[in-house]
């Protein structure tokens, strides 16, 4: 059974910090690609990082150079630590298998809300 649990989550002022962590509990977790994706009402998942099997790393434009994505083989989670956190990051995060192709592997998970406000 697929299991994919984030937390992490919280209320933050502009230009703050948090650090997310999801729980992969998925088939060969450490040959797949993972992402971490951001959902606001109305709009579709979007994809702001992914990391790769050998740990090459990709943000959307939006998120480039405040969020980092990384991986931990040994435990079967992925963290995104994201600083500077802006109004506009304000979504439910989450995580999951990023395919190639686009969209994502799983069913999602309940998310994690980030709430970021003055």
């Known amino acids: 059974q697929v299991q994919l649990v984030e937390s992490g989550g919280g209320l933050v002022q502009p230009g703050g910090s948090l650090r997310l962590s999801c729980a992969a509990s998925?088939?060969?977790?450490?040959?797949?690609?993972m992402g971490w994706y951001r959902q606001v009402p109305g709009k579709r998942h979007e994809l702001v990082a992914r990391i790769t099997d050998d740990y090459t790393t990709g943000y959307a434009d939006s998120v480039k150079g405040r969020f980092t994505i990384s991986r931990d083989n040994a435990k079967n989670t992925v963290d995104l630590q994201m600083n500077d956190l802006k109004p506009e990051d304000t979504a439910v995060y989450y995580c999951?298998?990023?395919?190639?192709?686009?969209?994502?592997?799983?069913?999602w998970g309940r998310g994690t809300q980030v709430t970021v406000s003055s």
């Open positions: 999951n298998v990023a395919p190639i192709g686009g969209g994502a592997g799983y069913s």
């Open positions: 998925i088939p060969n977790f450490n040959a797949n690609t």
